[in-house]
């Protein structure tokens, strides 16, 4: 089969296009033939083995392997059809339609990948395309899991910082369908897709720093990996919930005494990526609710480029890759 590979940490360059062989599905496993995968801030990072947060960088070069990468194709969100199914494979059967996450297996970068059926792997939603339900695993699942942490009631001010990246652009549209006030802070060029996937109100960080006006909110959720933590405490109502995608190692040891010493909460987690969860999603998609937002479909031979898009953040929504000859 054919799949986009890399064999050394690197540049985007370092992605091309190579024949490798065909996974063959475990007894517990499906064999899905990939239809799309979104390009993402995280796979960019696993190219070059460089992590937006530093702690993350050993742990992550043990995953990903020492000196070169022992998983040659990347992505972690896909969408596909079931191409077979091992024996004890209950749920699935052969032709069904599914988006989800191949977690840190990766492989949706390849035309076929093979994952335990337990994975977060669901039906589709029917009313999109295979390229637009590949652009909302990840962004939709760490927006819904960390917006739930924080417990927003209708009415409530939330602030999403970093809301026009992958997770930011679901975080606006989740919190506003919470029935919260939302807040979204991103560069100019993003400021016009915020306010039509429905940013109640926008900031541009460029121009402006929304912990220095005056203004504070009931929950603020934040992908910007250098967000100074005081600012974002001091920028919280009381009761106020900062929830934290992109935590620095200081973060983690403060989030817990900021909790226990004020009435205040920082909370940071990792997203368990459950598949109840993406069923969510996919529910929120079918209602009308939330949208993907997918900005470019490109084809394999061009994930350098999409790869230079996503680093580059010169995108309006998702970078898709385009799998196969689909
Ligand atoms: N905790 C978890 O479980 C988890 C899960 C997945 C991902 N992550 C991590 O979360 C990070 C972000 O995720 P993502 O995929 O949503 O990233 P992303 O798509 O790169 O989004 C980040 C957004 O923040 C904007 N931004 C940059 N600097 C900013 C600033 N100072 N103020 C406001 N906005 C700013 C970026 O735009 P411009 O650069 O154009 O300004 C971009 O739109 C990644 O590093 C990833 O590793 C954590």
């Not at 929950?219 to 967000?227: D, E, F, Y």
């Amino acid at each position: 089969m054919k799949a986009v590979i890399y064999d050394r940490y690197g540049p985007p360059e370092v992605l091309h296009v190579a024949e490798v062989e065909k996974p063959m599905p475990a007894d517990d496993e499906v064999l899905i033939r990939v239809m799309a995968a979104e390009a993402t801030k995280g796979d960019c990072e696993m190219r070059k083995c460089e992590f937006a947060v530093s702690w993350l960088s050993l742990p992550m070069r043990l995953v990903l392997g020492i000196r070169k990468p022992k998983r040659r194709v990347l992505g972690g969100y896909f969408s596909g059809v079931i191409e077979s199914v091992g024996k004890e494979v209950e749920e699935f059967k052969p032709g069904d339609e599914l988006f989800g996450s191949a977690r840190l297996r990766l492989g949706g970068y390849g035309e076929y990948v093979a994952l335990p059926e337990s994975y977060t792997i669901v039906p589709k939603p029917s009313n999109i395309s295979f390229e637009e339900a590949s652009s909302v695993p990840l962004g939709g699942l760490n927006a819904l899991h960390f917006l739930r942490l924080g417990n927003i009631r209708p009415g409530e001010k939330v602030l999403i910082n970093g809301a026009g990246g992958s997770i930011g652009i679901f975080g606006v549209q989740i919190a506003k369908s919470m029935g919260a006030k939302v807040t979204a802070v991103d560069k100019t060029e993003k400021l016009e897709l915020l306010r039509s996937i429905g940013a109640d109100h926008v900031i541009d960080y460029t121009q402006e720093d929304f912990t220095r006006n005056g203004n504070k909110y009931d929950v603020i959720m934040s992908t910007v990996a250098g967000a100074s933590y005081p600012d974002m405490i001091a920028s919280l109502n009381p009761g106020g919930r900062y929830l934290i995608a992109n935590p620095k190692f200081m973060d983690m040891l403060r989030a817990p005494l900021t909790s226990m010493f004020s009435d205040k909460k920082a909370i940071f987690a990792f997203a368990q990526e459950k598949p109840e969860e993406l069923l969510a999603l996919k529910e929120m998609i079918e209602t009308g609710k939330i949208k993907a937002v997918v900005d470019q479909i490109l084809p394999m031979d061009q994930a350098p480029e999409a790869h230079r898009l996503v680093e580059s953040e010169q995108r309006l929504g998702a970078i898709v890759i385009k799998i196969g000859n689909t």
